[in-house]
């Protein structure tokens, strides 16, 4: 098959930025090509028009229309045209688009579209307890009303985004996945005893707030612990404050803080070295769809305490993989950490049961099997 992707971000140098959705696209990616199949990755919001082939991958960067109050329209308007182009050409059999913001709206292509959800911003604005802006709520509804086939990378997810939007339609549900070659545990570097790692966006979705509180009770405990974040700094969209560190900073005790080190971003490749180090990962969020970063640590056999919000017990099941506990919930969520800092022989067993799941779930392979699989269902129904 010849499969699209419609995205506003993806992890390459030549490509403006990149976030979560876009590292799922490459994963993926590298999987369909694997089995075969043909990849087009069509990444809008760049700053030109700029076609390329790279590792059999066809790129096409989009510059965005810029014309007060019709520039989204208009750059779906040149988005579908080029869409339709391709398929023309035979380039392309079907397109995948992501939730976010509802880009395909407006867009009418002559092939099959596929929503994956990884989480719109209705389903976030929700999960974070704060207004949606009416025409986003409007275009994603839209979007998703007007697919041909629907997908989710959890079914938490799906069933939060049925109830938001008041869908009648079903999800197919596919995980997110990883390059379980990329996170061998061959050649892991010798761990950090007392090493306590965040890495991610630091925001307050995240549980960047609550992470504080949590390391205070720790640190009482256990004056050896350290704890190191990782990730690029944003602004805090409730209070308006420019940067969730210097928040972060207020809310640590004056001794606590003293063994805590913020890296700010690595590049993604880096992100491996750091992760073996650690002897711990914690991830207190409140706000995901299927986060990529959890099951980048389990494959690197790590423990892990984390949100035990929703989606969290379809990647990790409590006390077998890996501890769930609320964000809100300081000192127990304090309590397991030093647990698996006490316990080397517990943390050992998690991260095993961890990348035995990952490799059975949430790998290359068996995603893009999956995935393509559906692909080809949906294009013979249109068809």
């Not at 041909?148 to 959890?154: C, E, G, K, M």
């Not at 995240?206 to 050896?224: Q, R």
């Not at 067993?349 to 949906?378: H, L, N, P």
Request: with cysteine; charged share 25%.
């Amino acid at each position: 098959m010849k499969i699209a992707f419609l995205t506003p971000e993806f992890p390459h140098p030549k490509m403006v930025s990149s976030g979560g959705i876009g590292t799922s696209i490459l994963n993926l990616s590298k999987g369909l090509v694997g089995l075969g199949h043909e990849v087009s990755i069509l990444v809008y919001g760049q700053k030109d028009d700029t076609f390329f082939v790279e590792n059999d991958i066809s790129f096409y960067r989009i510059k965005n229309i810029k014309l007060k109050g019709f520039s989204r329209v208009l750059t779906q308007r040149k988005i579908e045209k080029l869409i339709n182009s391709l398929v023309k050409q035979s380039k392309i059999d079907i397109v995948e688009a992501p939730d976010w913001t509802g880009i395909t709206s407006n867009i009418k292509p002559k092939c099959p579209v596929v929503i994956r959800l990884n989480g719109s911003d209705t389903y976030f604005c929700h999960l974070d307890n704060r207004p949606v802006k009416f025409w986003n709520r409007f275009r994603e509804k839209r979007a998703l009303q007007n697919a041909t086939a629907l997908l989710s990378v959890s079914q938490y997810t799906a069933d939060l985004t049925k109830e938001l939007f008041s869908l009648e339609r079903d999800f197919t549900i596919i995980p997110n996945c990883i390059d379980i070659n990329k996170f061998s545990t061959e050649s892991v570097t010798k761990v950090e005893e007392n090493t306590i790692l965040y890495f991610g966006t630091l925001i307050r979705k995240k549980g960047l707030l609550e992470l504080p509180s949590i390391f205070n009770e720790v640190y009482k405990k256990n004056n050896k612990a350290k704890l190191i974040v990782i990730g690029r700094d944003a602004s805090d969209i409730i209070s308006g404050n420019h940067s969730t560190w210097a928040m972060m900073q207020s809310l640590f005790d004056a001794t606590a803080l003293k063994n805590v080190n913020y890296i700010g971003s690595v590049a993604y490749d880096e992100i491996k070295a750091n992760v073996s180090l650690a002897s711990v990962c914690v991830f207190p969020t409140f706000a995901e769809a299927l986060p990529v970063s959890w099951i980048e640590a389990m494959a690197l056999k790590k423990a892990i305490v984390a949100s035990d919000i929703g989606w969290a017990a379809e990647i990790i099941e409590d006390s077998v993989e890996g501890f769930l506990v609320h964000p809100k919930n300081h000192n127990l969520f304090a309590d397991r950490i030093l647990e698996l800092l006490d316990n080397q022989k517990l943390r050992n067993q998690f991260g095993i049961e961890a990348r035995k799941k990952v490799v059975q779930k949430f790998s290359i392979e068996v995603v893009a099997k999956q995935s393509a699989d559906f692909y080809q269902k949906v294009n013979k129904k249109k068809l």
